[in-house]
T-cell receptor, first 110, second 116 residues
Framework: GIQVEQSPPDLILQEGANSTLRCNFS?????LQWFHQNPWGQLINLFY???GTKQNGRLSATTVATERYSLLYISSSQTTDSGVYFC????????????FGQGTILTVHP | NAGVMQNPRHLVRRRGQEARLRCSPM?????VYWYRQLPEEGLKFMVY????????ESGMPKERFSAEFPKEGPSILRIQQVVRGDSAAYFC??????????????FGDGTRLSIL
């Protein structure tokens, strides 16, 4: 099956700092989503981004499908950004089945 | 709320009992996916269903687990004779059409299953 690797596994920031999270995948995909899992366990859909660049407030994401990676940028981080960030991909031909990475645990200190 | 609805949010069962988890997809969505998140891990695909059909159950344990998505009503994930290792968060997602361009999966808030 497709492999999804996220880095770094853990990230500790001071409030106001910027960060970049990376997701590498081993095969061609037709779906890539970034999620934030908050401390209550809810999965918040951040971006649907199989290719290209999108921005939503302080967050933006870029996927370079030909090189099989995606980046999530968080600017001016806030304590509420803390949680786990997951990348999930749907391999071509896998009928909507998402494969998740292991996540990046982000802690933002005030 | 037009999102994916899962219930219950928390479920406690004793070893050997049955657990039933329910998922109502978003309005207009006919495809349902179940994922399991063990403690300190990422989510793992379990099963993909359309109305009255199981499309892919490659991630489902062979014994004790079953899933259905009837013509009417929510999708049900059923775990028989639960064991401690079944303790996990179970998430349901829905989409309007498998593989359709520009259609993400939308996730519910999950059911936290605890086995005593």
């Amino acid at each position: 099956g497709i492999q999804v690797e996220q880095s770094p596994p853990d990230l500790i920031l001071q409030e106001g700092a910027n960060s970049t999270l990376r997701c590498n995948f081993s095969d061609s995909v037709n779906n890539l989503q970034w999620f934030h899992q908050n401390p209550w366990g809810q999965l918040i859909n951040l971006f649907y981004i199989p290719s290209g660049t999108k921005q939503n407030g302080r967050l933006s994401a870029t996927t370079v499908a030909t090189e099989r990676y995606s980046l999530l940028y968080i600017s001016s981080s806030q304590t509420t950004d803390s949680g786990v960030y997951f990348c999930a991909v749907e391999r071509l031909g896998s009928y909507g089945k998402l494969t998740f990475g292991q996540g990046t645990i982000l802690t933002v200190h005030p | 709320n037009a999102g994916v609805m899962q219930n219950p949010r928390h479920l406690v069962r004793r070893r050997g009992q049955e657990a039933r988890l329910r998922c109502s997809p978003m309005k207009g969505h006919s495809h349902v996916y179940w994922y399991r998140q063990l403690p300190e891990e990422g989510l793992k695909f379990m099963v993909y269903l359309q109305k009255e059909n199981i499309i892919d159950e490659s991630g489902m344990p062979k014994e004790r687990f079953s899933a259905e998505f009837p013509k009417e009503g929510p999708s049900i994930l059923r775990i028989q004779q639960v064991v401690r290792g079944d303790s996990a968060a179970y998430f349901c997602a829905s989409s309007p059409l498998s593989g359709q361009i520009n259609q993400p999966q939308h996730f519910g808030d999950g059911t936290r299953l605890s086995i005593l």
